[in-house]
Each structure stands twice: as structure tokens, then as C-alpha cells.
């Protein structure tokens, strides 16, 4: 199991592959929408190292009564997003709490806090696309987890009618069950699909009384300016090497001494990268794609090479599968490939910090761009094999030319 990782980390990264609940009726499943999650009943309390400007951001806005009632979280995959949204939610959803800061909450016995700690607060609603494998609605179910559709948005948290016929109550506007106000998370907002971002408009532009929405996004390019021009933003940074070195110290993961060079390579000041590096045994396979991306880079390629690309994406998503037997193949195989596409990218930038001859510079970046835009193809839904195929042909038969 990938433990949750808190403190400079956060769930849009950091995958728990623990088993989502059964399905079961909408009533009992509404309690337990935040167990059925990564990064949620471990959040609590902890401190947040780095981001002391957003930290900072938020606690003024509170302490002053002044807390915007929508806001964007963005920033690289892992670096605490989602963690800085849920220590927003604990101090205010635990009133009774004598909270003095964000970031170092600490847990004290009451109601709130028990619920906070357990993943069942009943006014705290973490919204994500892992939830549609326990949606009542069996259209839903059967999704590859893809995106987050308008059906799921309007079953956990806007109202309306589905696509089964089922009209649900809008929990948005729903009264606050335990404490004086209710949060909503939407982790990964960016895969909010077109008609759900066009529906969260009408609550962002006319938002219920003590009702805030924090939508935590790696790519907030792709949500509409729309929502954009109703939000406020923060961006986190990836951690310093002071506080990675910090996390790492302070975490459970068992980091072999050989490997730890590469692991923070690989992680960029990413907790939840290095956390994925390490449970999902990527230190072990990374060295080995260096020779292949090698040969690209001298001209060199061998047709097998996607197919080897795409096992080694293959074997990261059946272990997704053991530890998460809800969770979808083809979103499993998708994140197996932002692993593979992150490898590549760090290869070619590693390359540009030595080179100084215009032609060679101008190739690299060209190689660059063909690889973010292979990765948009993946995102897309496209045949991950095909895309593998494509780009290792163009990057193999010219070296660093990708046209």
C-alpha cells in the first residue's frame, strides 16, 4: 500500500491505491466519500513544510473574516495542494479547536477533530475521479476514470438530474451538518469535463452561504477563464532542497541510501513524486531507460522500443490494480505514462544544462516539446502504444529533431 504523505505532499500526486468501499446506497456512501481516498484520513494536523506565502495567505484571510469563497490551488504534481486545502478545512470545520495557525493545527478531542482525523466529516467533501467507481449511477461505475464528469459533480455535490434519471439533492446547498460551514475539494479540477466546469459556473458566481470550494489543479490552463476570473489563486512551488531533505527525514518511506540521489532527481522537489518513485519501484526501472533514451539521442532506435515502454507502463498499472482493484486500467496505464513522458522530459533538460551550440539547444527544446505534446495526446485518450510508437520513431530516426 502507498502510504499517505502529508506535509509538502498531497493526494492529486500521491495515489494510496487502498480499496475504494463497496458500492452501497447513496446515504451511507455520502459519509464515507473521504475514506475512499488517498491522501484523507492521514492530512490532519501536521505541519506543512515550505509554502510558508500561502500558509500565510489563507491565515490572514481568516483570521480577518475575509476567506474568498472559491479558490485554485495550483502547481506541480506532489508538492502539497491538496494538503494546504485540507489544512484550510480543518480550521474551518473544527471551530472548537484552538487553531492559531495553518500548517501547525494541532489535533485536540473534540467532535470535529475526530471526524476530521477519521475521513468522515460530514460537511467536508473531497470530490476526485476515483469516486465514480462507487457511484450509484452504473454509467458512472463503468467509466475509465478518465476525467470528472458533470453526472459525478452533480451527484456528490451540485444537484440535478443524471444520466441514469435520478435527481439528487445539491450537497453544495445543503445546510452544514456539523460545523458553520461546509468545503468542497475538487482534486485534479483541470479534469473536469467542459459541461461540469460550465455547471460549477452558476455556484461560483452566486455561492451558498459558508460553502468553499478549493479546486486543486497541476495543469490550470485547461479550466476556463470563466472560473478562472471568479477564483483567487495560489501557486505552490516545488519544496527547496532544504525542505525536501526535511520530508525525507521525516517520512516513513524506506529510501535505500544508493537510491536516494535519484529518487530526489526524479521527485524535483516533489514529496509525491519521490513517494511514487519509491512504492511503485520506478528506482529500479529508471536507470534502465537511460541507455534506450540514449540511443535516441545518437540516432539509434530499435522498433521494440515503445513496446518495452509500454511493459514497463503495463506492470506500473497492474500493481495500481493489486493494491486498488476499483481503480480503472486505462487511468492506471495514463499515470504509468506521466512516469514514463517525466523520465524522458528530465533526460533531455539534464542534457540542455551542458550544451551551448544553438543548433544543438534548438533541437533539444524542439525534442521537448514533442514530448509535452505526446503526453497531451495520452491525456487526450489516444492509443497510448501508438503515441510511444510515433514519438520514438521521430525522436530515434533524427537526433534531438523532432518534427
Not at 470545520?93 to 477533530?113: K, P
Not at 471526524?115 to 467509466?143: C, F, M, V, Y
Not at 513496446?307 to 503495463?314: G, K, L, P, Q, V
Not at 495514463?334 to 522530459?345: N, T
Amino acid at each position: 500500500m502507498v502510504p499517505c504523505v502529508v506535509g509538502g505532499s498531497d493526494g492529486d500526486s500521491i495515489v494510496d491505491f487502498r480499496s475504494l468501499t463497496e458500492f452501497e446506497p447513496e446515504s451511507s456512501r455520502t459519509a464515507k466519500t473521504q475514506q475512499q481516498y488517498s491522501w484523507d484520513t492521514a492530512f490532519s494536523m501536521r505541519h506543512i513544510l515550505g509554502h510558508d506565502t500561502a500558509i500565510s495567505t489563507f491565515d490572514q484571510a481568516i483570521r480577518s473574516h475575509r476567506l474568498h469563497h472559491a479558490w485554485i490551488i495550483s502547481g506541480p504534481t506532489g508538492v502539497g495542494k491538496c494538503s494546504l486545502a485540507q489544512e484550510v478545512a480543518s480550521v474551518l470545520l473544527d471551530a472548537e479547536s484552538d487553531t492559531s495557525t495553518i500548517g501547525q493545527h494541532t489535533a485536540v478531542s473534540t467532535r470535529a477533530s475526530g471526524l476530521l482525523q477519521s475521513g468522515t466529516h460530514p460537511d467536508l467533501h473531497i470530490i476526485h475521479r476515483e469516486l465514480a467507481a462507487s457511484s450509484s449511477n452504473p454509467k458512472l461505475r463503468e467509466r475509465k476514470q478518465m476525467n470528472i464528469p458533470l453526472d459525478l459533480l452533480r451527484e456528490l455535490m451540485l444537484g440535478g438530474r443524471t444520466g441514469d434519471g435520478r435527481i439528487h439533492e445539491a450537497a453544495a446547498y445543503r445546510t452544514a451538518s456539523v460545523a458553520s460551514a461546509k468545503v468542497f475539494i475538487i482534486d485534479e479540477a483541470e479534469r473536469l469535463d467542459l459541461p461540469g466546469q460550465n455547471a460549477l459556473l452558476k455556484t461560483l458566481e452566486e455561492p451558498p452561504p459558508s460553502t468553499y470550494i478549493f479546486m486543486i489543479t497541476s495543469r490550470p490552463e485547461r479550466l476556463l477563464p470563466t472560473i478562472w476570473s471568479r477564483c483567487q489563486h495560489v501557486r505552490l512551488a516545488p519544496l527547496n532542497e532544504c525542505d525536501m531533505d526535511n520530508w525525507v527525514a521525516s517520512s516513513d518511506l524506506d529510501i535505500h541510501p544508493d537510491e536516494r540521489e535519484l529518487i530526489l532527481k526524479f521527485s524535483e522537489g516533489s514529496p509525491g513524486m519521490a513517494t511514487r518513485a519509491v512504492t511503485g519501484g520506478l528506482a529500479e526501472w529508471i536507470p534502465s531507460l537511460e541507455p534506450l533514451l540514449q540511443q535516441f539521442d545518437s540516432g539509434g532506435w530499435s522498433p521494440d522500443a515503445a513496446t518495452e515502454m509500454a511493459e514497463r507502463i503495463d506492470s506500473w498499472a497492474k500493481l495500481v490494480l493489486k493494491n486498488n482493484p476499483k481503480a480503472s486500467k486505462d487511468a492506471a496505464n495514463r499515470d504509468g505514462a506521466e512516469m514514463i513522458f517525466r523520465v524522458m522530459l528530465q533526460h533531455v533538460r539534464w542534457d540542455l544544462r551542458n550544451e551551448t551550440t544553438p543548433e544543438v539547444l534548438e533541437r533539444r527544446c524542439q525534442t521537448i516539446d514533442r514530448i509535452a505534446e505526446a503526453e497531451s495526446q495520452c491525456l487526450s485518450g489516444l492509443n497510448l502504444k501508438h503515441i510511444l510508437e510515433a514519438l520514438v520513431a521521430e525522436w530515434g530516426t533524427t537526433p534531438g529533431v523532432l518534427s
